[in-house]
C-alpha cells in the first residue's frame, strides 16, 4: 500500500488538520525518514498555508482545538508548530499551554521551529530596555501630539494590549478610543 493510501486509510479520507474531505494531498512533517508515520494528509488550504506562513489565516487553524489531541504523533508536531507561529494571536498559546506531547514527540516539534525563530530582527524594548511583547500594557513617559487625530496623548496614560509591529521601534495601541503607532522609546511596561 502507497503512503497515500495508508494516510487515507488513518484518516477516514479527510485532512487530519481540519478535516477538509476535498483536495487532499500527503505532507511530510520534516525531518521525515519518508514513511506514513512522519507524514500527514492535508488539504490543499492547510497545505497553502504551512508552505507559505504570511497567506496565514488565524480563524482556519482554530480547528487545530481539535486535531492537537490526535494520537498521531505526525498530527500533533504540525498542531503544534502552527500553533506555535500563530501564538501571538493569544488564543493558540492558550491551547500550547494544555498540549501534552512526549519529550522525542515534542523534540520533534520543535526541530522545525529553530530555524523560524532564526530571525535577526532586533527586539522591541520600551524606555527602560525592557523587551516588549504582543499583547502587553505600556504607559506613556511623556505627551505626545496625535497629528491627524488633532488631541495629545497625555504622560501616564495607559495603553493596554499593544501590537508589535515590522519596526522594532514601534508599536501599535489604542489612546482616547484610536489606534495609533507609537515611537517604543517613549513608553514603559505597565
Known sequence: MSIEQNLMERSGSKCELCGNEENLSVYEVTPSDGTA????????????????PETMDANHWRCLNDSMWSPIAAVQVMAYRQ???LRSEGWPQDLLDMMYLE????AWAESGIVSEEEDDTPPTKDSNGTLLQEGDDVTLIKDLDVKGAGFTAKR?????????TDNPLHIEGK?????????????KKA
Open 103 to 106: 519529550d522525542d514527540t515534542k
Open 156 to 164: 501616564g496614560t495607559l495603553v493596554k494590549n499593544i501590537h508589535l
Open 83 to 85: 500553533l506555535h507561529r
Open 37 to 52: 508515520d512522519t507524514a500527514i494528509l492535508v488539504c490543499q488550504t492547510c497545505k497553502e498555508q504551512i508552505e507559505n
Open 175 to 187: 489612546v482616547n478610543g484610536t489606534q495609533i503607532v507609537l515611537v517604543a522609546a517613549y513608553l
